[in-house]
């Protein structure tokens, strides 16, 4: 049996193994093999708050959990930071269960780097049962649908709520999203209805889903994965967990592709030995 | 009556959302709010039937000893202690210092992230036992796959800046048309599920044959 033949037959573990490593070794022993270079969709991400004017009121939902943190955290702390840099007054909600305690952390950090507080600044509504009605009834009021913040605190003693009634008074949506409810369902209620301008970061995987709505303008930007994260790192001027990632991703990928190649060559190898039989 | 009940519910309810769109009127907007917030409690509700018959069914296979039944105490006790210490905390559960927090930090998010993590083993393991590369659709499938995973990262643009290039373009024509069509399909079949519910055609939802 020749190399290429027996490569069948290995134990997976070794590919287990390859991943492991291309993946763990770039994070510990930081070295950079290209840089990153922002796309379109990022700048669009990025220039969309830009062209807000300062001091406006942004809603923030971060509709994810910690299973996909590794993409969407970064870009929700550097979304946080761009926000806080530009003095904009955050609303911040999650449609997931999981999602508000990765919300306060985001906050927490850009709030204490920008000398932010709480209240006054930025405030999280929390999470809300409900997906689409939650965003069609915030539509009509969202001091109704959120009576009380993540603290328990009524939004009618929170500063940063004063005169916010409905989307009339939201300047852009950042949704970090990833999946359902998320992106899709916050163009669908909201953007198509009220018109509010909105940009959306979401996992690598859902990111083709939302070229439709970036093409026709209902986004003005998209991240797409780590590496949309990292681009936006990049804008922000802040390289974090995205950048540091991609290196690992890179060789990850890299490693995929090869593997893509070798399985093939084996079965090629081994179905010829089996025809010259 | 027991499916004609829910039908009519259903019916009456479905046209007034329906046309409580078109219709600005507060009395009309009032009742429209009011329908959304009752739909919000009972989706809400829909988490505590989820729970009760999560500890239903695992208690009982606990109990008989069945298949993996060990696995079903500890998912057991993680969901009550996890709820005890929450209730036990009341508004103060989303406090940084919180035992409820330091439940959520210490298992939940590291075990959800390795759950999402080990995709990267399966997806390297699967590329190799599983992409074969047999006709010409499953080598436009390879070619676009190599494309995008090298295109999507900076290694891409290091080895040449056609790559990337050539992602973007994949992504923006090829796959935004093929996703254009699907969402046009799958709306256009929302709409006709959602017709032949208001109608009383389609009865799937509540049990019955459609």
Redesign the interface.
């Known amino acids: 049996m020749s190399f290429l033949a027996g490569l069948r037959y290995?134990d997976?573990r070794w590919?287990?193994l390859?991943?492991?490593l291309l993946?763990l070794l770039p994070l510990l022993f930081s070295f950079h093999?290209?840089?990153?270079?922002p796309?379109n969709r990022a700048r669009g991400f990025y220039d969309a708050i830009e062209k807000v004017p300062e001091g406006s009121v942004v809603l923030l939902p971060g509709d994810y959990?910690?299973?996909?943190?590794?993409e969407n955290y970064p870009m929700h702390l550097a979304a946080a930071r761009q926000l806080m840099r530009r003095n904009m007054k955050i609303i911040a909600l999650a449609l997931y269960p999981?999602g508000?305690?990765l919300t306060?952390q985001v906050l927490?950090i850009a709030g204490a780097e920008y000398h932010k507080t709480e209240g006054v600044d930025y405030v999280n509504l929390?999470y809300?049962?409900?997906?689409e009605?939650?965003m069609?009834?915030m539509g009509?009021?969202i001091p109704?649908t959120f009576p009380v913040d993540?603290?328990?605190i009524p939004v009618n003693k929170i500063p940063v709520m004063k005169g916010i009634q409905n989307f009339q008074q939201i300047r852009l949506i950042v949704n970090v999203s990833a999946g359902y409810p998320g992106t899709k369902e916050w163009v669908q209620q909201v953007v198509s209805r009220y018109h509010v301008p909105m940009v959306a970061g979401v996992t690598?995987v859902s990111a083709?889903?939302y070229?439709?709505y970036l093409?026709a303008g209902q986004l003005h930007g998209l991240l797409?994965?780590m590496?949309g994260a990292?681009e936006y790192e990049i804008l922000v001027g802040a390289p974090g967990l995205a950048t540091r990632g991609?290196d690992a991703?890179?060789?990850?990928?890299?490693?995929?592709?090869f593997?893509?190649i070798?399985?093939?060559l084996a079965?090629l190898a081994g179905s010829k030995k089996g025809n010259g039989r | 009556m027991k499916r004609e009940i829910p039908i009519l519910i259903t019916l009456v309810s479905g046209l007034f959302m329906l046309l409580a769109w078109f219709v600005p009127h507060p009395t009309v907007r009032s009742a429209y709010e009011g329908l959304q917030n009752w739909a919000i409690v009972v989706v809400g509700f829909t988490y505590v039937l989820g729970v009760a018959n999560l500890l239903r069914i695992n208690v009982r296979q606990v109990s008989r000893k069945e298949r993996d039944w060990p696995y079903k105490i500890v998912l057991l006790a993680g969901i009550l202690v996890t709820m005890a210490v929450g209730f036990s905390e009341g508004n103060h559960y989303t406090d940084v210092d919180s035992r409820f927090q330091w439940i959520y930090r210490t298992f939940y998010s590291p075990m959800t992230a390795t759950m999402f993590s080990l995709l990267a083993f399966f997806i390297a393991s699967a590329a190799f036992r599983a992409f074969r590369i047999r006709s010409v659709e499953a080598l436009l499938l390879a070619i676009a796959a190599f494309i995008l995973m090298l295109g999507r990262v900076p290694l891409g643009a290091a080895i040449h800046p056609a790559i990337p290039a050539a992602a973007d373009w994949l992504m923006e024509i090829p796959q935004n048309a093929a996703k254009r069509g699907i969402l046009i399909g799958a709306a256009l079949g929302v709409m006709a599920t959602g017709i032949r519910v208001i109608l009383g055609l389609e009865k799937t939802y509540g049990g019955g044959e459609s």
């Open positions: 290995m997976r590919i287990f390859g991943v492991g993946v093999i290209a840089p990153v270079q796309s959990d910690p299973g996909t943190a590794a999981a508000p305690p306060d927490r929390g809300k049962v409900g997906n009605l939650v069609s009834q009509q009021s109704k993540n603290r328990g690598a083709p889903e070229y439709p093409q797409g994965g590496a990292a991609m991703q890179s060789l990850a990928h890299l490693f995929i592709a593997m893509i070798l399985g093939n079965f």
